[in-house]
């Protein structure tokens, strides 16, 4: 085995340097290797006591999680309160513009300025909070209303008639009435029930005097000579007046496009008094379309949405897109009694699914 040569100069000698460390002096031979090569990948560890460092690091761990903990509840509670917040602002039909012909004003909402600044931070909370659990894909009509973007409810409007006070979505056909076909399963099986229905109003009905107390299951006037019972109202199913009437129950179950878990909507039988008027209202959203289902229809009576006048006949459903401006009236004499209609909210058919299913969640019932 060769070996490297001293620094006196003696061949054979080999060179211990300092200890035979990597950094000493003198030569090595080929059998030291294995052991340098050993000691040169042996790892650095710093002088750090270790008990202390996993005592550190599992404090320090706790208290990120304890953080992110804390900052999913307050998110969630928020998201909660606005939920709540949204149902009690909107009421039954929601918005600062008033309710349509099914639905009550709300009481929270005053059409101040703020008003509308408020109602896009909570759907757009909601919204966010849906797309967390679920998904953005197609969203982009609902997020781009949820921010508020151009269209009625930001500006004059379609010729300024065309008010929806919650919920603007963009890019939906708007016409002040919608044609038949558009819900054609949902406006045939309505139209086939209308003796059900009718049968049921009349298990219902009282003499509309204003001079007896209300009857059970009907809703105090919305105006003069206005009355409703709702089977649904704001979405939720109204157990007893739903088993009073059950033909038209049934009929709403057999529903497609329902709006049925959904704040925007209702469903129900809508009285009118000779005499009585119900001027220039909006509703909530363009997203829904209003179906009314024509029971008694006395001579007289009025319908005019957007500019566009038109009438019910008996046995008939209309589609109505109520967000435009609309005026109901009953010209008619007191000989005549009252003009009925059965209203359900559908969705507008061209609301999309998932779009349905996001407004669903946003809009959702109290509880």
Partial sequence: MWRGNSPGGNPGA??????????????????????????????????????????ALTLLLGALTSLFLWYCYRLGSQDMQALEAGGRAGGVSGGPRGCSETGRPSPGSSGEPGEGLRTEGLVSRRLR??????????MGRVRRAAQGGPGPGGGPGVLGIQRPGLLFLPDLPSVPFVPRDAQRHDVELLESSFPAILRDFGAVSWDFSGTTPLP??????????????????????????????????????GLRSFMSANTFGNAGFSVLLPGARLEGRCGPTNARVRCHL?????????????????????????LVDDSFLHTVA????????????????????NVAGAERQALDFVFAPDP
């Avoid at 809703?219 to 709702?230: E, H, I, R």
């Avoid at 199913?237 to 179950?253: D, M, W």
């Avoid at 010209?331 to 009252?338: A, I, L, Y």
């Fill in 216 to 253: 059970r299951g009907w809703s105090p006037p919305l105006a003069p000579g206005c009355y409703q019972l709702l089977l649904y109202q704001a979405g939720r199913c109204q157990p007893s007046n739903c088993r009073r009437c059950p033909g038209a129950y049934r009929a709403l179950r």
């Fill in 330 to 349: 009953h010209n008619g004499s007191p000989e005549d009694g009252p003009r009925v209609v059965f209203i359900v909210d559908l969705w507008h058919p």
């Fill in 294 to 318: 024509g029971l008694k229809i006395p001579p007289g009576c009025e319908l005019v949405v957007g500019g566009e006048p038109q009438c019910w006949a008996e046995g008939h459903c209309l």
């Fill in 129 to 138: 909070a849906y797309a967390r659990r679920y998904s953005w894909a197609g």
């Fill in 14 to 55: 080999a060179t211990e340097g300092t200890g035979g460390e990597l950094g000493g002096q003198g030569n090595w031979g080929l059998e030291d290797a294995p052991g340098l090569l050993a000691r040169a990948s042996l790892p650095i560890v710093p002088a750090w006591p270790s008990p202390l460092a996993s005592s």
